[in-house]
């Protein structure tokens, strides 16, 4: 496979106590087959997932025919925490994920007896590399009397340390439950959504300086001039981007709830402000409508992403067919989480789950088959 470096930089913040310093990812681009060798790709994949008794399960991020072939197989296309929901679900014994490395981990989580694969266990996340588990750990020790709440896109390690675990379209109704209860949060570690967060609450938040290297890019002038052109389009904003992209929205939301926007009935015309992988179900949903992608370049623009994870990316029918084939035997591409930690992880995830269910919030569904995941774990 090709190397491909990917630089990004670590923003810098006003709290000493966190050593966010510029660093240095790799992302490996998978080879590209050609149409006859997709095809015999795919129908080898198909029949190794049922030789493994697998199911494949895939971000809206990844490759469109990874997408696809996760649907045609009985698998699912959808966020990192409905992933894992959906593996817990299945009768397949394995799970086979296509995203990042975090997804992977989360699976095992919540799936504890399942065996779990990756095509490629390198491929990580901006925002969990920039929460090294230990430096936050040390924060929030330094803050015993907040109320820590991790965002989904971070380690099995990180998560073991929150009280809560949050996705983007649940953090609003947790957040301003707490806040409700006079709770100051620790939050981590996207600055962008804890911000977009604080702003919606009021909640007394102090905030990990993280970001995501796809979402940090869009580029608000540039949005404004495209914005212009456009002036019929919605604007569909992930709230990971920066607030001032953030406050030329129509629409702020999490994946599955943008994708539901490219619905709205009398709009013919959307611009798009998260990946661009996104892209392929939007279409889906909605084949009549113009998509366009917010700009992540310009006057402005430093892009080191251009819209789209390099580390999704990373996963494709090859790797994907290779660890089918092999890892199985050998483990490679098998994710392990240490068993103590997944139950500690387990219980800020279980703790976000059992308030959805409670407050009739929309989106966690097989809650009762998930509260056997960890026989005795209750609320952190």
Known sequence: MDIKPVEFDLPEHGSPEISCKPSQAWARVPAQPSTAEKSALKAEIKALLKARDAVL?????????????????????SDS??????GRESAHQN????????????????????????????????????????????FCDQHPDRTVVVYANTSAAVKARADWMVTSSIALDIVGHLHAQGQKILWAPDRHLGQYIQRQTGADMMLWQGSCLVHDEFKA?????????????????????????????????????????????????FIVATDNGILHKMRQFAPDKMLIEAPTAGNSATCKSCAHCPWMAMNGLVNLRD??????????????????????????????????????????????????????VGPA
């Open 57 to 77: 399960v895939a971000h809206y991020y990844v490759d469109a025919e990874l997408q696809d072939l996760a649907e045609e197989t009985g698998g699912c296309v």
């Open 81 to 86: 925490l409905e992933m894992a929901r959906f």
């Open 95 to 138: 799970l086979v994920v296509a995203g990042v490395r975090f997804m992977g981990e989360t699976s095992k989580i919540l799936n504890p007896e399942k065996r779990v694969f990756m095509p490629d266990l390198d491929a990580t996340c901006s925002l969990d590399l920039g929460c090294p588990a230990d430096e936050f750990a040390a």
């Open 221 to 269: 002038e540039e949005l404004k001039m495209l914005k212009a052109q456009h002036p019929d389009a919605l604007v569909l904003v992930h709230p990971e981007s920066p607030q001032a992209v953030v406050e030329l929205a129509d629409v702020v939301g999490s994946t599955t709830q943008l994708i539901r926007a490219t619905q709205t009935p009398g709009v013919n015309t």
């Open 323 to 376: 660890v089918l084939k092999t890892g199985f035997d050998s483990g490679q591409g098998e994710v392990h989480v240490e068993p103590a930690l997944g139950r500690q992880a387990y219980r800020c995830i279980d703790r976000m789950l059992d308030f959805a269910k409670t407050h009739g919030i929309s989106g966690p569904r097989g809650q009762g088959r998930l509260e056997q995941a960890h026989q005795g």
